[in-house]
């Protein structure tokens, strides 16, 4: 059986309360007064001062219960107060309302019935301010919303304007504006939307699908600048650019032709404007050409307007009109003032040669802040750095290429870029070529079947002078993929080149003239002969 302990033990305190016992009862017979009632009794921490005979460990104990006994006081006078406080008010507010008369009572106490009509004539009322309100609320709200839109275009080029959060209330405002326009248009996008389900279907016949085009045509005209940014009717209108006929095409960009830039940097209406370059005239294609001009770099920086002018540059711009969109970073005057050919950087400084040093730096300040965020995904940009490193000078282009030797593998696929790769293979250290190598780890047989990749690849078998590093990382990876690369046109090309190197033979003039420009570089220290190290590996 478990003994239980001391009551000392469980409760510290009762020592502390036996001694004032003790002491009281020792003082009263000193004294010889009878016993008084509870409530004249005075405090006993009083008497526990005086005491000398009490030890430390008691006299704090008594302070914690006198500190206790203060505070329930002071609580006390507290709620005391507030509660007369309250009585008083009341007792105010009963006498003011004692004090009007019964005239003026019956004045302000109208009859049940007068209440319950003046309550539905309000209602009346309401209901024919809603209706009109509903009417000029959709009008209001879109010009609202073209008047932040307009402030916003204005001071996007300027950072200095506006900050950063300054912007995001505005279009926070803008989107906030656009829900509540919405609201006024759901039957309008409930009907287009039946009638896109039913256009869209596969086993709808081609006459009946040219009706219900016109039908859906003739309800969305007039409101679609108020329905394109939303993510669902927006691909109604992309239907009808897809299957429509050529004048409800015509219709639906003259009533859009303003918006186009917005529209760019619109997350579903961008695919508006991508549609009609595929599908539209090529007048359209023209116009929406013109309607960037002035505007590239600030496009490029956008988040989901870039991928807009990269599809305009890379798959339906002629060669005119791309000199004219990489034209804008060589500087303000050729913005604005556009040639009427195709022409090149090494054009321009033939016939201006004293314009040679303004249109790099126009160009190094335009990369600049591309190259900070890493928007290099283009294949715009990959010209305008294939041309800066062309006509720079060795120091300034050791410098853009520090800036571009970590995204390598991001612009190998395209002509532009991968000739900034291999200017990067060239020009880099020993580390940033062992950097590059070690990049391109479980994606080398993917850069063999790649049309313009494979070209780097060829230049570090070339030039890279680690051949330990070449066989472990990227001849190890072909190798166990070989039974692919075999197969394929580019793929052959790497394997041909490992096997005899440069043998005009097997290697085309385009790869030759390539390696031809890399000889004698700084990084490489071994003789060609010494790398070849495809013969025995392959």
Known sequence: MIR??????????????RSRKSQKQSDDAESGSAKK?????????LKSKKSPSK????SEGEAIIKSAG???????RKNASSESGSVMKKKKSEAKKKSVGPKLASVFQKPLSLKKKSVSLKSKKDTVKKQKSVESSSTEVMEQIAGSSEVMEQNVGSSESLSKSKMQRIKA????????????????????????????RHDCPKAIQGQLCEELHTLVKGNVKEIIYAHDTSRVIELLLVIGSQEIKQALYTEM???????????????FVMKMLKYGSKEQRNEIMTAMHGKVAELLHHRIAGSVVECAYNEYANGKQRTNLVEEFYGLKLTYFKSDKARTLQDI???????????????????DPLLEKGILSHSIIHRVISEYLTHCKESERKEMINLVQDFVLEILHTKDGSRVAVQCVWQGTVKDRKKIIKSMKTHVTKICKDHHGYKVLITLFDCVDDTKLLKTTLIKEIMMNIDELVIDETGRKVLKYLVVQRNSAYIGPDVMEILAKGDGNEA?????DVREIGRAHV
Do not use: C, H, V
């Not at 239980?4 to 309360?17: M, V």
């Not at 203060?70 to 006390?76: G, H, L, S, T, V």
């Open 257 to 271: 032709k303003g918006e186009l830039i917005k529209m760019m940097k619109s997350l579903y209406s961008k695919f």
């Open 37 to 45: 009632p509870r409530n004249q009794k005075k405090s006993t921490l």
């Open 70 to 76: 203060e505070n329930r006081k002071a609580m006390k």
């Open 55 to 58: 030890t430390s460990q008691l």
């Open 173 to 200: 405002k803008e989107r906030k504006m656009r829900r509540k326009n919405m609201r006024n248009y759901y039957t309008l996008m409930f009907k287009a939307k039946k009638l896109w389900e039913s256009i869209r």
């Open 349 to 367: 400084i033939d016939e201006n040669p004293a314009q040679k040093e303004s249109i790099l730096k126009n160009m190094k300040e335009s990369l």
């Open 524 to 528: 490489s220290k071994k003789d060609r």
């Open 4 to 17: 239980r302990p001391p009551r000392s033990t469980l409760f510290p305190y009762t020592t502390l309360f």
